[in-house]
Nanobody, 122 residues
Framework: QVQLVESGGGLVQAGGSLRLSCAAS????????MGWFRQAPGKEREFVSG????????YYTDSVKGRFTISRDRAKNTMYLQMNSLKPEDTAVYHC???????????????WGQGTQVTVSS
């Protein structure tokens, strides 16, 4: 099993920045991909970004390209999501995810974090 714990959410004004962190523990050697999903009230969960744990290749949904940056620190078993130029429509619960495959909009991760709230005020 892999345990994922997110941190770094909060309330920010539009145009501001936040950095989310996701710390992985347990059978981390089984992780090939990690990523972030978000779910806004009344909406379906959507893929935000993914990173290959070994190569560092990154993937983004179109709505966050140029504003969000995903990264990972393998020595710390931690993934990050730097979110800049935040918009009210970015408001959601952000979940960290991991699995033995690349995390994209087409994959279902094996492991999920509990989520962290991001609220962007206008």
């Amino acid at each position: 099993q892999v345990q994922l714990v997110e941190s770094g959410g909060g309330l920010v004004q539009a145009g501001g920045s936040l950095r989310l962190s996701c710390a992985a523990s347990g059978r981390t050697f089984s992780i090939y991909g990690m990523g972030w999903f978000r779910q806004a009230p009344g909406k379906e969960r959507e893929f935000v970004s993914g990173v290959s744990w070994n190569s560092g290749n990154t993937y983004y949904t179109d709505s966050v390209k140029g504003r969000f940056t995903i990264s990972r620190d393998r020595a710390k078993n931690t993934m990050y999501l730097q979110m800049n130029s935040l918009k009210p429509e970015d408001t959601a619960v952000y979940h960290c995810a991991a699995g033995p495959n690349l995390i994209t909009e087409a994959t279902t991760p094996n492991y999920w974090g509990q989520g962290t709230q991001v609220t962007v005020s206008s």
